[in-house]
């Protein structure tokens, strides 16, 4: 029995900004109150793990244990916890649900301030770690999940119980990519039958707004991507054009001028998925006059800015964002499992690697291919 003793693991330790992970053994405490220990069975590696590993976003802090894509079994849980229980099959949760904050209670948002300041400086809400290397040195959490260690713990506002039927080698992209995209389609943006659609980075955030659109119907879906390997996935999830800018432009033709062209004057929705604050502004421009509406949901590093002339809202444009796709995790999870579970939402179609978990760092790798848009690794090899 290991509840109420530290565990001895295997985890990928980010020491150093733009450095491998080190591959070693840590020890995890116990939970404390409200808090839940999760042996990870699978996670996959997203590109915000990637890009704060860069150390391009000045918010990364190190040491810490990356990873926020994961799936598990609940080891052990601390007092007080009544939402999960040990041998409950679990999905992390990067963006919390208290049901009791002020955010929580609006009905306006997913965002949820239970833990939020804490979880940015990568502690637990006690302010401390669970995590420490053999040296003894704390490291920090990540995301409020760290799904890159064989154990985590996370608080119970983090964690939701899902079907023991589903595989956890799959649901582990709800934790965070298929979720985002999809749900910024379907909730953030509300698509409607007939809408048109462009879509900016295919990923699997991009590709999965994509699957929402298609859902709902839009009439029009265009992919941007600068790589032409993603056309063939584009139109696989549901796109009816795809436009590679850095080679399918008339000389001198902007990406925006290309969209509106082709659109009739705008899209009625735009998604930015890459993070690129150039490709935001030119997302913003392509939308209609009077009524397009832009959704920024790419990471930029902490204090890059995002601009435009006010013309462009003054004429009924609309600029808005959404983390993890406006989706509550604890409330509205299972609603994706069961479409899952029902094939009404594809996520087997993302995984396109599989390693062990201590291949790790190949993984990253692939993340940086065009022929990859989810490594998922198996925490047991
Ligand atoms: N708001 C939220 O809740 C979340 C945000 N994110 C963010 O969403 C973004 C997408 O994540 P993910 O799908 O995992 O990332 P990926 O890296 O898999 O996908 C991004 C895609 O955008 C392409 N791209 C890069 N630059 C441009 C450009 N200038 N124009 C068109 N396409 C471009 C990339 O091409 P190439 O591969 O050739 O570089 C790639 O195909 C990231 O910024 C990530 O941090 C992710 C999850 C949640
Ligand atoms: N460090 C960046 C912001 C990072 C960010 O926007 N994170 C996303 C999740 S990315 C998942 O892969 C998010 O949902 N943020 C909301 C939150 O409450 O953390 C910066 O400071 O600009
Ligand atoms: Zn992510
Ligand atoms: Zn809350």
């Excluded at 002020?102 to 669970?130: E, I, Y």
Aim: hydrophobic content about 35%; charged content about 25%; some cysteine.
């Amino acid at each position: 029995m290991s509840e109420g003793k530290p565990i001895t693991c295997i985890a990928a330790v980010a020491y150093e900004a733009g450095k491998p992970l080190t591959v070693e053994e840590i020890v995890v405490d116990p939970p404390k109150a409200h808090e839940v220990r999760i042996k990870v069975e699978y996670t996959a590696v997203c590109h915000t793990d990637a890009y704060t590993l860069s150390g391009v976003d000045p918010e990364g802090a190190f040491p810490s244990i990356l990873g926020h894509e994961g799936a598990g079994v609940v080891e052990s849980v601390g007092e007080g916890v009544t939402n999960v229980k040990p041998g409950d099959h679990v999905i992390a949760l990067y963006t919390a649900e208290c049901k009791e904050c002020k955010f929580c209670k609006s009905g306006k948002t997913n965002l949820c301030g239970s833990v939020r300041a804490t979880q940015g400086k990568g502690v637990m809400p006690d302010g401390t770690s669970r995590f420490h290397n053999k040296k003894g040195e704390d490291l920090l959490h990540f995301m409020g999940c760290s799904t890159f260690s064989q154990y985590t713990v996370v608080a119970d506002v983090s964690v939701v119980a899902i079907d023991p039927k589903a595989p956890l080698d799959k649901t582990c992209l709800l934790g965070c990519g298929v979720t985002t995209g999809y749900g910024a389609a379907v909730k953030t943006a509300d698509v409607q039958k007939g809408d048109t659609v462009a879509v900016f980075g295919a990923g699997t955030v991009g590709l999965s707004v994509v699957q929402g659109a298609h859902v709902r119907g839009a009439s029009k879906i265009i992919v941007v991507d600068i790589n032409d390997e993603k056309k063939q996935w584009a139109l696989e999830f549901g796109a009816t054009d795809f436009v590679n800018p850095s080679k399918d432009l008339k000389d001198g033709e902007t990406i925006v001028e290309k969209l509106v062209e082709m659109t009739d004057g705008g899209l009625d929705f735009t998604f930015d998925c890459t993070g690129n604050t150039d490709v935001m502004r030119s997302a913003l421009e392509a939308c209609h006059k009077g009524w397009g509406q832009s959704i920024i949901i790419g990471v930029a590093a902490a204090g890059k800015e995002i601009s435009t002339r006010p013309f462009q809202l003054v004429t009924g444009r609309v600029w808005k964002g959404s983390a993890f796709g406006g989706i509550k995790g604890r409330s509205e999870m299972g609603g994706l499992v069961s479409d899952y579970m029902d094939g009404k939402l594809k996520v087997d179609e993302f995984i396109t690697h599989r390693r062990g978990f201590t291949d790790i760092n190949s993984a990253f790798e692939d993340l940086h291919h065009g022929d990859c848009l989810r490594t998922v690794l198996d925490l047991s090899k």
